[in-house]
Structure formats: structure tokens, C-alpha cells
């Protein structure tokens, strides 16, 4: 059974009596019993006092359309599609892709509590707990096609560092081609996700994780360090931040279909992580050292080798600090 109404009643962080819980749900109290069990799957610290009842300790900040829009400024919300926001969704690229297909597609954006398969590169997990990241996802229509969007991964990854740095975020890096680091540890990543014609109209689906808390959670399948904002910056609004964000997105958005990556360069370039520094990008079984020198004209990474200077792009390379 679906527990969102449950979640949003005890949202508030206030004790609720099982009486209280089970006429608003319409349910018994033995059934809400069991919903509230329910809840230790989703990590949330649910807590019951006899004679008081239940309440999820430090509540919830959950999403909220109308809240988001109401703090979009009017340029943004008028450039924003449609925006849902799910308690619980596969993947929100999924639900994203399933906008395309209904023909909800330019700049549609939709936000999820939780994903029960949210996915990075190469079919990765991405570790979606309820209702304390971010998982975002939004369509955006190119008339291009694929092969004028490489960069595009890195562009995005600047719009999610420019609302960081807007909300106070200080020392936040890029790690090519699509991470979002902060003291070396991972702090957020980028899917993009591409459909229709690579040479004519196509769609991109920019998905964006950001870790707010994620404190308490079962971490331990992550295979890299991470951190959160709230480790960072101690709490947040995560309303206000959607917002922050699909600005920056759309500014983006613009700014690369205007001008190109090739105009966003410097200031990527400004919170490369690796810049100058000794790597090893793997290439499928292939490993490759040298000394990285920033990205070229276009997003793709460049390599200072013994043989000379290489120029790696996106699929299915992967960027590493050298060893020792
Ligand atoms: P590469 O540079 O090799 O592409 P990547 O960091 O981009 O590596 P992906 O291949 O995209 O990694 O896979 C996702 C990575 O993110 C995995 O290492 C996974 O364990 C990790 N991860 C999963 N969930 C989270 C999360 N919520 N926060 C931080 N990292 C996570
Ligand atoms: C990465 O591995 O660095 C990319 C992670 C991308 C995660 C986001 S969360 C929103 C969207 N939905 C997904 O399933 N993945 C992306």
C-alpha cells in the first residue's frame, strides 16, 4: 500500500495517535500498525510513546509543486514544463521518458522522494533514500542532434556547482564528465539519457542526484566516498533548493544552445578537480596515465600521455586519481 499520505501526515515531526492516524487513512489500527512498520524500510526513525502515539523524529521536508513554483522567479516558471513530483518512482529518467512518450516532453521536470532503481553510469546503482536528496530529472529538446551535444554533461554539471555556489556551497568541484565532488568526495552525479533522432530533433534527459542527507542511511553499497550538504552546510531547505536548481538548469539550458559549450569552458575549467594533476583514465580494460590538462573546445577530456597529448569523450571512459 502506498504510505504518502502517511509520510505526509507525519511530515511534521509531531506525535499522532494510532486513533488519530488510522480515521484520517481510513484504515484500522492494526493497519496502520503495519504501514508504519513499513516506514523502517524507507530508513525513516519512526517513534511511538504510549499514550502519545507516533512521530518520525526530525520530520520531513518533503517536495512540494506549489511551493516550488512560488519561488521561481517569473522568467524561470514561465520556461518550466509541466512539474510532477513522485513519492516514489523507478527511476525519475524513467518518468521522464515516459513524459517524451506522451508528449509532455519540452523542459518537462519531475522530482521523486525516492527511486527504487535510480541508476548512475553504465547501469550503476544510485543510492535513493526517501525524502532527503535530490533526484531530479528534466527534458530538454535539442534540434541539433547528438553530435553538437557533447559538453553537454559538463554544462549541466556547472549549473548544479552555480546553484551550490548561490546557496552558500563553497568548495565544490567538477570531476569530468560528470560528478560533482566536494572535498574529494562525491556529492552529487549527472545521467543524461538521449532519445530521437541523433542527427535531427532529439531529446536529452538531464538527471541530476544531489546528496542533502544522508546521514543515518545504509551507505554501504556506495563504492566511493561521498558526502551530503547538510555534512557541508548543515540543513536546507530542499524546496528552495529544487528552485535554486531549475534555474540554474534552464540558465543553462540557454546558455549552451546559444553559445555552446566552447562558452562555458573557462568557468568549467575553473572547478576542475583534476586540472594539473597526475590521472588514469580507464578504457575498458585499458588503463592510460598522464597529466590532466582541462577539456578541449567541445567537453572532451585532455591527457598529457608519454606519447604525446590524447583527447578522451564521454561512453565509456572513466577518470581516476593515479595511484600512489
Ligand atoms: P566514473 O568516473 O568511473 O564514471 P562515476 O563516479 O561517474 O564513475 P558511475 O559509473 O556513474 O560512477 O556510478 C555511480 C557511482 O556513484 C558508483 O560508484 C556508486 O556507488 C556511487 N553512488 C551511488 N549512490 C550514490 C550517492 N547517493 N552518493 C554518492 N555516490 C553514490
Ligand atoms: C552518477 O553516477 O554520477 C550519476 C547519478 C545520477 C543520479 C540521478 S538521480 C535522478 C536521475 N534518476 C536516475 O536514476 N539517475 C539520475
Redesign the pocket.
Known sequence: MDNSVLLTILADGEFHSGEELGAQLGISRAAVWKQLHKLEVLELPVESIKGRGYRLVGGLDLLKVDKIRGLLPEAVASNLGELDIYPLVSSTNDAAAEAIRVGRGRNYCCLAEQQSA?????G??????FGR?IYLSMVWEFQSGAAALEGLSLSVGLAVVRALCSLGVNGAGL?????ILHDN?????I?LEMQGDPAGLCQVIVGV?L?VN?QGCD?G????????LQSIVGKLDRNQLVAILIGELLKVQLEFTRDGFIHLRAEWCQFDVFAGKQVRV?LGDNYIEGLARGVDASGGLVLETDAGERVFRGGE????GALG
Do not use: H
Not at 570531476?175 to 560528478?179: L, M
Not at 568526495?185 to 552525479?189: I, N, S, V
Not at 553499497?221 to 551530503?228: G, H, K, V
Not at 571512459?317 to 581516476?320: E, K
Open positions: 535510480g541508476r548512475g553510469r553504465r550503476r546503482d544510485w543510492r535513493s533514500p536528496n570531476k569530468w564528465p560528470n560528478d568526495k562525491k556529492l552529487a552525479g545521467l542526484g546528496n544522508l551507505t553499497a556506495i563504492t566511493q566516498p561521498w558526502t551530503d580507464q571512459v572513466s577518470l581516476r
